[in-house]
């Protein structure tokens, strides 16, 4: 499956008669971690369908990292959702996910069935600029990039292009009118993403039903177990009467 820019788009798809769920990942994680694994094995105990993807320079896509930015990832995201999920689509965003998630409710708001928000960072890159020191810009003026540590591995590359593609695709700073039920999971003990971005998210959404779920103790991640079962009684709720009985889990 090719990207309307170009590239291929690695993915899994799981066909299923009930809800089709489609789950976009955070900036620089990829589809087999466990929340996108853990949601699988879900869609196929309820007879939804599920669909799972690397975008440009993510996982088994692979490619330039530094090629892709908001705009491809969300392009990405919707070739997945036009081309591979079918029906109605719950819409599952972690970190960076949100975001996207929510520019993609914004573009196909008739294929819409839920969206739920895991640890949700919308507009994340207005808080790496507010934070910018003088020689991360200078590095960026010289360099058009520069390497941020990151308590998950290798530094993440930071780029002058993914900066101003963000700056094109503000969610945070009009208000929104979607009309179908929304969650927002955060753990209070995010060290990367304040639940405050949750409550900014929370805030810019009009829907007649909403709700920010704190999950105590919860950090970035939300892959504790107890996470993992919020997760599951979250989306059985936004499912619906196509979610059998949690006592099967």
Partial sequence: MNSVHGHPIAFRHRAGAGPQVLFIGGFRSAMSGIKARWLDFLAAQWGFGFTRFDPL???????????GDISVWRDDALTM???????????????????????????????????????????????????????????LARDGVFFRPSAYGAPDPISARLLASGRENLVLDRAHSIHVPIRL???????????????????????????????????????????????????????????????TL
Avoid at 57 to 66: K, P, Q, S, V, Y
Avoid at 206 to 228: C, F, I, M, V
């Fill in 185 to 247: 999971l955060h753990g209070t003990q995010d060290a990367d993403v304040p639940y405050d971005c949750s409550l900014a998210l929370a805030q810019k959404l009009t829907s007649p039903d909403l709700r920010l779920l704190l999950l105590a103790g919860g950090d970035h991640r939300l892959s504790h177990s107890r996470d993992l079962v919020a997760l599951a009684q979250t989306l059985a709720e936004v499912g619906g009467d196509s979610a059998k009985n949690l006592a």
């Fill in 57 to 67: 320079g993510h996982g088994e896509t692979g490619g330039d990292f530094l090629a």
């Fill in 81 to 139: 959702l036009d081309r591979v999920a079918q029906g109605q689509a719950i819409l599952i965003g972690s970190s960076m996910g949100g975001w996207l998630m929510t520019l993609l409710a914004l573009r196909r708001p008739e294929r819409l069935a839920g969206l739920i928000g895991i640890a949700s960072a919308p507009d994340f890159t207005q808080r790496i600029e507010a934070a910018l020191t003088a020689e991360r810009r200078a590095a």
